[in-house]
C-alpha cells in the first residue's frame, strides 16, 4: 500500500515533495520520487510485501519505464512464473515489478492480466506517454486535474492542493449530488477542477493531451442451466480462493468482524486459511441505550468458534474531536456516519496488525439489502389504484404509526409510499437518496438554484439501471449498487480511514471474479422465498452458527439521532447556526433552522441530513476558509528535505527517509 502523486507536462521537485508530504499517512515507511523532463513521480509506502527490496518508484532493467503503485495484485505469483518462462528477469519479490515487466510484454493490454486492487502511475519514457490506471471496482482511489497541458494526479486531493495555482472552487453539481448520496459520485469531486479516475479506467497523457478510456466492465456471468447446488458450489470456491489470495503478507493479517454473516464468512475462512492465529476486530457501544446498534456477542461467538485473538473497542458519543480529522482525510464532504466506526475500529487495529480483510461487498452480490425485497412490493403497489393507497393504506398506517413496535415497519411503508407514484427508473433513486430533488430545491439559495439549472441527481444512476435489456431486475439493481453505492461510498470510507492510520483494508467479497459470478446469478436462486442472501447462507452453512445464519441483516449504524438530540445537541446547533455558517451562498438559512429543530425534536430519518450539513459544514472551515491544507511550518518542513537533497540528473531517482 501507498500513496502516488505526480504531474506531467512540466517537472518541480519541490512540489512534489510537498505532495509526497500530504500522503505520508498512507506510507510512512518511506518516501521515493523520480523527475525527468516533464514529468514527476512520488510515493509514500506502507511496507507490506518485499519490504526490503520494493522500494518505489520502480524501474525496468534500462531505467526507460517507472511506475509508482498503490495496493495488492493477487496473481501477481502466477503473473511472475509466466513473465519468468518468457525471459523477464526480477530483482525483487514485489507485485509492483510485476507490473513493469507485464507493461513491457503486453503495453496497456496488461491492465486486463491484473487481478487486485489498485492504483498505479506508469511513465514509459520511450514513448513519452504517462498512463494512469485505477482498478475494476475502485477500491485503491486516484483522482487528477488538467490544466492546460498540465496533469496533476494523487491518492488524495490534498496532494494536487498543494500546486497553489489550483484553488479551491465548489461543483454545484456535486454538492447537490452529496445531498442526495451522502459522498460525491464518481467523476465529479466537490472541487470544480479535480475529478476521480473511474472505477475499471485508464488515462493516458501524451504531449499534452489527455484522454480516458474504459478497460473493463461488469459482464455478468449467465450460467443458465446451472442449479441452485452448482451456484453454491461455485461461489463458495471463488469466496474460498479470494480470502485465501488475500492473506498474502508478509505483515500480521487481521479481519474486521462485525458478527454478521459477510464479516463471519470472511473470518471463518481466513482462519481456515490463515497460517497463524487470526486477530479479529470489532466495535460496539459504550451507552446502554446504543445497545441495540451492538452486534458484539455475535462477533464473540464467531472469535470463539475460530480461535482468533479477538479485540473490541466501545464507541461514545464523544467523538466530537475526531470529526474535523476525518474531514480532512476524506478531502471532500462525506455524509455516512459509519465512517467514524471505520477510523476507530482502524486505529485499534493498526497496534496488532498492518492488514485487514473485512466483508464489504456481500449485500450487494447476494441480495442482502431489504430494498431488494421493497423493490418487488413496490412494483406490486404501485399497480393498487392511487385511491386505495391515498385513502385507505394511508389511514391504516397512521393508526399503526403509534404503535413502538410498527414504527420501523411504517417508516419502509411510507418510503414505498412516497416512490410509487415515479416512473420507474426513478424509484430507486427515491428509495436510497437523502433528500428528494423537491426537498434540495427549497433547501437551496436562489443563486444556488440558477447555478443548477435543471441538474437531476438521479441521473447519477441512469448508466447502470439498464431497465429496458430485460435483465433480472432486482440483479440492476445490485449492478447499480456495485457500480455506485459500493465504489463511491463503502469503498471510499473505508479506504480514507484505514489508511489514514496506515492500516491496508482488503475486501475479498468484491473479488471481480466473484462479483461477474454472482451478478449473473439468477436474483430467485440467490434471494430463493425472498430470503436475502439464501444462496450465500446456504453456501456456508457447515462454516456459521445458525444464529448468525438466520438473523435479520442488522447492519452496522450509529445512533446519530440520538447522539445529536443529546451529547452533540450544544456543538450542531454552534456549528449550523453560527452566522458563518448561514452566511454561506448555497442554502437559506431558516431551511437550516429548520431541518435542525426537526431533528432535535426527534422525527424520525432527520438525523442523517443534519449529519450531513454538519459534515458539509465542517469541511467549508477546513477548506474554503483555508484550514485544511499543509501548516505553514510543514511546508516549510518539506521545502527544506527538498532543499537537502542534492540535484540530479534527469532520469534519476531519490528515496527519502
Known sequence: MCGICGMAGFS??????????????RGPDGWGMFCDEGVGLGSTRLAVIDSVTGRQPMHNEERTIWIVFDGEIYNSPELRRQLLSKGHTFRTASDTETILHLYEEKG?????????????????????????????????PLHYAILGNRLLFGSEIKALLEYESLGVEVDPRALHDYLSYLCVPAPRTMMKNIRKLRPGHLLTYRGGVVATRCYWEVQPHNPDGRTPTQHREAIRHLMEDAVRRELRSDSPVGVLLSGGADSSTVTALAATYSAERLRTFTVGFAEEEDQHCDERAYARHIAGMYGTEHH??????????????????????????????????SEMAKRYVSVVLNGIGGDELFGGYPRYIGWRFIAWYAELPRRLRRHTV????DVMEHDPHFNRLIYRFREFDRVADMSRERRYFGLISLFTEDEKRELYSPDLCAALGGEDSASVLDPYLRQDDGSDPVNQLAYTDVRAYLT????????RMSMAVSLETRVPLCDHRLVEYALGIPSWVKMRHLRPKYLMREAVRDLLPRDTLSRRKQGFVLPVERWLRRELRVYVQEVLLDPSTLRRPYFRGDRIERLLFECLDGKRGSGVRVWALLILELWNRLYLDGE??????????????????????AGSRTFGD
Open 394 to 397: 394511508s389511514r391504516i398506517l
Open 628 to 649: 485544511g491544507r499543509l501548516s505553514q511550518k510543514e511546508k516549510r518542513e518539506a521545502r527544506a528535505r527538498a532543499h537537502r537533497q542534492p540535484v540530479l540528473p
Open 488 to 495: 463511491d461510498n463503502l469503498l471510499t470510507y473505508f479506504d
Open 108 to 140: 496497456e493490454g496488461c491492465l486486463q492480466w491484473i487481478e487486485g486492487m489498485f492504483a498505479f502511475a506508469l511513465w514509459d519514457g520511450r514513448q513519452r506517454v504517462l498512463m494512469l490506471a485505477r482498478d475494476r471496482i475502485g477500491i485503491k
Open 312 to 345: 473490541e473497542l466501545l464507541v461514545s458519543p464523544n467523538i466530537v474531536s475526531y470529526l474535523p480529522r476525518m474531514v480532512r482525510f476524506f478531502d471532500e464532504p462525506f455524509g455516512n456516519p459509519t465512517a467514524i466506526a471505520a477510523y476507530l475500529i
Open 12 to 25: 518541480e521537485r519541490d512540489l512534489l515533495v510537498r505532495m509526497c508530504a500530504t500522503l505520508r499517512h
